[in-house]
């Protein structure tokens, strides 16, 4: 597997956008160069998140999200330890 994540992801199984053997990986996203741990979906190109309100949840039980506009950066949080680990050693 190759460490070049796509343009979309989301982490919504019914999503044609969805990828689970990368989800497994760990992905970690930087949204206007803050650290993110409840986004839903990105998109780099369009330059947009979804992330959870709080614990609402929609009538078919998904969580209810608002899009957000701004400069997003995801990684993989695997290769941003041994990154980190070659750093310091």
Not at 37 to 62: L, P
Not at 70 to 88: I, M, N
Request: charged share 30%; net charge negative.
């Amino acid at each position: 597997m190759t460490d070049s994540l796509p343009d979309r992801l989301s982490i919504n199984p019914t999503s044609p956008h969805y990828n689970g053997a990368l989800l497994e990986r760990g992905i970690g996203i930087k949204f206007k160069g803050t650290e993110k741990t409840n986004v839903e979906e990105y998109c780099v190109s369009e330059g947009w998140i979804r992330v959870a309100v709080g614990n609402t949840r929609d009538r078919k039980g998904n969580p209810l999200t608002i899009k957000l506009n701004g400069p997003v950066e995801p990684y993989l949080k695997d290769a941003a330890d041994t990154a980190s680990e070659d750093a310091e050693g």
